[in-house]
Nanobody, 124 residues
Framework: QVQLVESGGGLVQAGGSLRLSCAAS????????MGWFRQAPGKEREFVAS????????YSVDSVKARFSISRDNAKNTVYLQMNSLKPEDTAIYYC?????????????????WGQGTQVTVSS
């Protein structure tokens, strides 16, 4: 079992930055691929970025590739999403998720554990 708690969301102006954190419980954190997803109002939840258990491999969606970076600290059981040059279209609830047994994934159905989400609002 893994429990995930996100933090770091908030209101920021366009062009600003935020760093989201996701703290995980459980001693097997490093066995999980970790990912970030987001859901904007009226839209389906979508993949943003993921990172392998070792941290050596990452994958992100094209729309954020040059602006967002995902990282993890296995000693702290924490995964991060650094978001720079934020745009109003980045406004969404951001969810942290864990996929056990997967090296690197972007498929929602492979992520069996989810956090409660943190709101990110980017004003124009």
């Amino acid at each position: 079992q893994v429990q995930l708690v996100e933090s770091g969301g908030g209101l920021v102006q366009a062009g600003g930055s935020l760093r989201l954190s996701c703290a995980a419980s459980g001693r097997t954190f490093m066995r999980y691929c970790m990912g970030w997803f987001r859901q904007a109002p009226g839209k389906e939840r979508e993949f943003v970025a993921s990172i392998s258990w070792s941290g050596r491999s990452t994958y992100s969606v094209d729309s954020v590739k040059a602006r967002f970076s995902i990282s993890r600290d296995n000693a702290k059981n924490t995964v991060y999403l650094q978001m720079n040059s934020l745009k109003p279209e980045d406004t969404a609830i951001y969810y942290c998720a864990a996929a056990f047994g997967s090296n690197l994934s972007s498929t929602q159905s492979e992520f069996g554990y989810w956090g409660q989400g943190t709101q990110v609002t980017v004003s124009s």
